[in-house]
Nanobody
Framework: QVQLVESGGGLVQAGGSLRLSCAAS????????MGWYRQAPGKQREMVAT???????NYADSVKGRFTISRDNTKNTVYLQMNILKPEDTASYYC?????????????WGQGTQVTVSS
C-alpha cells in the first residue's frame, strides 16, 4: 500500500559526494519517522540517519559531520546528502518510512540503492 522508490546511488571516488532520494507514494495519513540504513556484504543492516516529523535528526557516529538527512514533506521524500565518502561507506542503502494510517503505524522499506566508493 506504500511504495518507496530510491535513487541517487552509484560509483564515486573516495572524498566525493552523492545524494540519495527516497520518495513515498500510496495510502497513508502522514509519514512519521524517515530514515536511511545500509548493509555491506557479510554485515548486518545498520542505521545511518533518521529524521522525525518535527525535523529532529540522529546519525550513526561513523557518518556524523559527513552525511546530512533532510525531508520534504510536500514531496513525501527523504534525502541523504553524503560528503567526504570513504570506501567503508560502500553498501546497499535502504530508506525506511514509518507512516500513520488511521490509529496504526506501519513500516515500509525501499528496495535499496548501491553506493560504491573506490579508494
Amino acid at each position: 500500500q506504500v511504495q518507496l522508490v530510491e535513487s541517487g546511488g552509484g560509483l564515486v571516488q573516495a572524498g566525493g559526494s552523492l545524494r540519495l532520494s527516497c520518495a513515498a507514494s500510496g495510502i497513508f495519513d502522514s509519514i512519521n519517522n524517515m530514515g536511511w540504513y545500509r548493509q555491506a556484504p557479510g554485515k548486518q543492516r545498520e542505521m545511518v540517519a533518521t529524521i522525525t516529523s518535527g525535523g529532529s535528526t540522529n546519525y550513526a557516529d561513523s557518518v556524523k559531520g559527513r552525511f546530512t538527512i533532510s525531508r520534504d514533506n510536500t514531496k513525501n521524500t527523504v534525502y541523504l546528502q553524503m560528503n567526504i565518502l570513504k570506501p567503508e561507506d560502500t553498501a546497499s542503502y535502504y530508506c525506511k518510512d514509518i507512516v500513520s494510517r488511521g490509529r496504526h503505524e506501519f513500516q515500509y522499506w525501499g528496495q535499496g540503492t548501491q553506493v560504491t566508493v573506490s579508494s
